[in-house]
């Protein structure tokens, strides 16, 4: 076989199957996806499906703490976890461009499996698709993610009121500030390192230990912290407040944003849960969370506030000054996951 | 809003926000999409779902008798129907090229909207990501579904066995031709049109008819018959004779393929369904299949046979002679779907 992707490799003939057979499915063995069915068959306990689905462009494919593959999993995999549900099942769906070297494929393909046996999930479909050089930008991964219900979870915005503490579980803007980096070819890069991992054992943590006192759960993906507390303001019709001096930020992380010009509450993180738990229940939560190896730093960051006029998000600054948190408007970072 | 898609589109922020609040979310309207969670909430009445997915990269992205929203949908759907499912819900996934007109993308939301109501399936979660101009090829769509069992179905290779009757639902290499006509921009392409459509009705009236008489069902996308019936083949192995004289082909189609140098047996359908079916229903089977208005033109086109040595797909030609039907190898037509 060559050692570069060809357009044949997408065709749905032998060369596909010669793909298929020896570089994808052995890598992720198991039955269901071994009945190479048009469908995978899953079994479901529970008669509520909790369904996702996102794609990955991130630029470069390769960076300090992860890879295109790693993302891939973890990203579907804690959309299922965030929205209170245990992960059973995904797809993976490749878009290659044509000349990609199979060695840089089996190396995502690798970084696949190990990020699915880390979050126990099964890969159980997928497919394969070859574009012509130009067409694409060397990979593209879609997953779509099927869990289902976690036991005790029960969350929506609804459920969200004024009084309830925000708990994030780590560091901010690890991910974005490191892709970023990577890609200006910046001397601090070694420093920065892509948080890209499960957040299985924090959302259970918080969900096991306090019930329906977790209101909810969102990952702070792109569009940073500043994206997911508007959209919880928004959605939940409440104010919030957050405190500067709290927020957990590497040092290294607040350099590369401060040099860069960005906010790192606007950057991307691929590990992290922004929490919305009962006020009583907050300080419970907090030791839940920082009792696992995933949230071990985790922190109380703000309040949710009785609504005065439109929906807003206020951080408090080191000094007491107020600054409006707004929604990014978007352009901060392209391809960042 | 611009008229173009910018980066900031797919950044997570306001501007992500409003092409989905206004471009997309509207155009799907159902409280599951509405509710905007990480994971979509479905409700699966039994303990096994069924789940699939597909990446669409056609090229052009309209064509005569459909388009790339309308394929995402009908592919993904129609896996499903051949696995013996009823389509539940799909995810739509967007990765879209900076620069793309948004009056394009909207004509393929439409067209997607449209095919879901057609399949009815609710498109229940989604992502839209943008990527550079040069780094993908206008628009590339990603599709998951999730389904349940369709009574009385019983399909796997498994139950193939000698003597069961081979039905097609129609005319074959009609998307392939079609595609490949746009593109090379030929004189005939006006009398070629796409099957692009959903098989629910042919799969439906089949199992209803026959229930576990219908050993196993199959859309013969890339790589076309040529390639499901070597599948079939060798998963379940067995030998495979099939007539020329009964294909139904439709002239134009020939007329092209020959022109072009294809075998029809190799091109892509996007609206077919081959079945097998034990040789005491495929009479009934074929009659109800031919009730359909998408199995008007169903067809018994041959014989599953004792395998003697390796599995192998015969073609029984006008003259009576044999000629081997192999898989083919894949360089035939890429960015089919």
Known sequence: MSKKIMLAHGGGGRLSAELIDKHIVPRFANPILEAMGDSAKIQIEDKVAFFTTD??????????????GKLAVYGTVNDLLVAGANPIAISLSLIIEEGLEMDVLDKILDSVAIAAKDAGVKIVCG???TVDAGSADEIFINTAGVGEKMAGAELSFDRICPGDKIIVSGSLGDHGMTIMSHREGMKFESDLKSDCASVASVCKAAVETCGADVKFMRDPTRGGAATTLNEISVSASVDIEIEEAVLPIKDSVQAAADMLGFDVLEIANEGKV????????AAKCLEACRATQAGAESAIIGTICEKNDEPIVELITRIGGRRVVQMPYGRELPRIC
């Open 55 to 68: 794609s990955y462009v991130v630029k470069p494919l390769f960076f300090n703490g992860g890879d295109i």
């Open 127 to 129: 497919d394969t698709k």
């Open 274 to 281: 922004v929490i919305v738990v009962s006020a009583d229940k």
